[in-house]
């Protein structure tokens, strides 16, 4: 693996957990608006993806682009996720355009998509249902965040079509450290586990693809978002399922695990 990754928004826990699983697999250039606290393991550049200039040369050289830098807030205003998550990626397809980039992964999110579950919760977050979001579906955002994420998969579409860049958008569902959220059924659904998104990022630098949305959530019993494209066009292969641990975040017996 000799890729050279450029990672925007390398400090946040997206970042974090990709780092955490596959640091030593590629030459990375790390990328964040926010200084590293410590002495980076990696090249790192201080910049913003809404500067056009700061970002075409942070992707020199570089052959993939893993996209994560934006506000993450559900609850973001308009101001925020207009300037930080829309123009941040419109920049960044541009930039990988531009300097011959031959990938983007967009770190798209379950908000793109929130209100199918308005009219079917809570059933679809239990195991006896069978609903499912397979990535062919039309958005449904939550709220404005949603919105922004919904418009930074268009914009992937467009840079493909227009330019042949190669894009794969990942709707993430919820990335928490250790174990699902606790007393969330929400949450446990569509739980991300750090090393299944180590893994599934990886996946995304590797695999050929043209232009994809693919959900990334762990094998949970409980799930209303289809792995099936992630594996298929991926190569994805998840570990962790969130019905291995209880409400409360602990792992389960063996005894618990029959029930
Ligand atoms: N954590 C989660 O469960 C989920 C995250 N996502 C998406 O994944 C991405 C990463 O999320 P997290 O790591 O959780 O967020 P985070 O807030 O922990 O990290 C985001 C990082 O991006 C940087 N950043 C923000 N705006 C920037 C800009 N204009 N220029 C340069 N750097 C900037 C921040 O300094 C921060 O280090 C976001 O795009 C978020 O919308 C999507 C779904 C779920
Ligand atoms: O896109 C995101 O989704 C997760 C899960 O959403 P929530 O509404 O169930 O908390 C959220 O935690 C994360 O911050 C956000 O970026």
């Known amino acids: ?35 590293p606290a410590a002495e980076p393991d990696h090249e790192f550049v201080v910049a913003d993806v809404t500067d056009e200039e700061e970002m075409r040369e942070a992707m020199a050289d570089v052959d993939v682009v893993v996209h994560l830098a934006g506000d993450p807030r559900p609850e973001a205003p308009w101001e925020s996720v207009l300037r930080n998550n829309i123009d941040g990626a419109r920049v960044v397809y541009e930039a990988a355009v531009d300097t011959g980039v031959e990938k983007v992964a967009f770190a798209s999110s379950n908000h793109a998509v929130g209100h199918y579950e308005t009219e079917r919760k809570p059933d679809i977050y239990r195991k006896s249902s069978e609903f499912r979001l397979d990535g062919t579906e039309l958005p449904r955002p939550s709220n404005l965040y ?9 914009l992937g579409r467009y840079y493909h079509d227009e330019h042949d860049l190669s894009v794969v958008c990942v709707r993430i569902g919820n990335l928490t450290k250790g174990h699902p959220p606790k007393d969330y059924e929400r949450g446990q659904a569509m739980w991300l586990s750090y090393r299944d998104c180590a893994h599934l990022f990886e996946r995304c630098i590797e695999a050929d693809y043209g232009y994809e949305i693919v959900y990334g959530i762990s094998d949970n019993d409980r799930k209303y978002y289809s792995l099936e494209r992630a594996k298929e066009v991926l190569g994805y292969d998840p570990q962790d399922n969130s019905a291995e641990y209880t409400m409360g975040g602990e792992l389960k017996d063996d005894a618990e695990r029959e029930e």
């Open 1 to 35: 693996m000799d890729e050279r990754v450029l990672l925007t928004g390398a400090q946040g826990r997206v970042g974090q957990a990709i780092l955490g699983g596959i640091a030593d697999d590629y030459e990375w250039r790390l990328l964040d608006r926010e200084p």
């Open 146 to 154: 949603g919105v922004s994420k919904a418009a930074g998969e268009t």
